[in-house]
Nanobody
Framework: QVQLVESGGGLVQPGGSLRLSCAAS????????MNWYRQAPGKERELVAS????????HYADSVKGRFTIPRDNAKNTVFQQMNSLKPEDTAVYYC???????WGQGTQVTVSS
């Protein structure tokens, strides 16, 4: 069955960087677009970044544009989220999602604090 497993979250100081990973299994990863979402306490889940199946097109929320990227490695069935210049308002649980079929991972906590 479809499985998405996120990793790489943690505590980081403002201005720091983190790289999240989402390992996919149970489907042909290279055929599907992927997303990263996040949900902060008391807020709705929001779309952070998207990438097409072959990586040819990416889209970012205005709040992370220029700071986050969403590379993918189809040979390793993994999508990443590289997060630079992190701010306290980036604190959230981050989820990866396969658009088609609406499959979600369990999430990984990112906390940006001094």
């Amino acid at each position: 069955q479809v499985q998405l497993v996120e990793s790489g979250g943690g505590l980081v100081q403002p201005g720091g960087s983190l790289r999240l990973s989402c390992a996919a299994s149970g489907f042909t990863f290279s055929l599907y677009a992927m997303n990263w979402y996040r949900q902060a306490p008391g807020k709705e889940r929001e779309l952070v970044a998207s990438i097409t199946n072959n990586g040819g097109f990416t889209h970012y929320a205005d709040s992370v544009k220029g700071r986050f990227t969403i590379p993918r490695d189809n040979a390793k069935n993994t999508v990443f989220q590289q997060m630079n210049s992190l701010k306290p308002e980036d604190t959230a649980v981050y989820y990866c999602r396969r658009q088609i079929g609406d499959y979600w991972g369990q999430g990984t906590q990112v906390t940006v604090s001094s």
